[in-house]
DNA sequence: TGAATACCTGAGCAACTGCTCAGATGTTTC
DNA sequence: GAAACATCTGAGCAGTTGCTCAGGTATTCA
């Protein structure tokens, strides 16, 4: 309640105050080897960015929808029972993160996955749930 | 602001007011066949709650930390800067969904990956932003 | 041109999230 | 048992998110 927690939007990728960080507990070694071995700063905000943009029930039935071929926005809506205003917001930041495409046709705009690769992300995250046992009561922790 | 807005646990999957659903304006044969070949609501919630928990920077890298071996709290906390309390709330977060796994062994717990399906899903997504080309201004869109 | 259609966008609100703080729990050592 | 250590947990706050509403833009057609 001293400092004034920083803003979350960045993420205390910078190491800590230094009078406590340059002892570790158990294994100051490999503790210290690791540092140099994890993955940049600005790559962990654009990794975390594409996986939250996965991580939304609305935005999950979207690219499901999308991965069985482009769809315009109004069959979208109706397919998934959301105001077309919601399903454009969605899009909106889907296409920012490169995730969906759009495609215009005269007054209709039809959109697709951008590329195999979102995809085939997102059927390894279908195939990660669905082989993971029905995580009994931990389910809704926290 | 008529209807009172149903909470966002529960998303919406159930189809939208009959009334309002049975014609589509584009390709009605195509979005009725789209209808059974959708994701269905428990695993779609469950998709979802498995990519946001890896939507977050912080979760990135305990994670990023952990595909290189087990690790103590403590160490976790200290190599990320982070405090030993966020990392716990963290952690449990990530223990519930079946991410990581713990291992008690006298007073320190060690956590490591819970299977080789995360470090496929977490590399996968990896190498996804580092092909994607820099999302020129895209990128802050909302 | 004007009306209709399909989509986009900013503002604003209720719900959610990640952190800190304070204190509890479990384990080891004396 | 008591103290020290490592971790866990609930409450609470500020920042973020997903939706609706109201109105905007782009395209087609009479």
């Known amino acids: 309640m001293s400092a004034p927690r920083p803003a979350r939007a960045v993420p205390a990728v910078a190491p800590a105050a230094p009078e406590a960080c340059d002892v570790f507990h158990i294994d100051p070694a490999r503790v210290s080897r690791l540092r140099g ?20 029930p609305t935005r999950v039935r ?26 454009s ?6 296409r920012g993160l490169r995730l969906v495409r759009p495609r215009r046709d005269g007054r209709m705009v039809y959109y697709a996955l951008d590329d195999r690769h979102i995809l ?4 390894q995250g279908l195939r990660h749930v669905q082989e993971t046992p029905a995580r009994p009561a931990a389910r809704r922790a926290r």
């Open 120 to 123: 085939t992300l997102f059927r």
């Open 62 to 87: 979207l690219l499901d929808a999308l991965s069985h071929g482009e769809l315009c926005v109004c069959d979208l809506a109706r397919l998934l029972g959301l105001s077309e205003s919601a399903v």
């Open 89 to 94: 917001h969605q899009l909106r930041l889907l």
């Open 37 to 56: 071995a994890l993955i940049a700063p600005p790559t962990v905000v654009d990794l975390a960015e594409t996986f939250r943009a996965l991580g939304d």
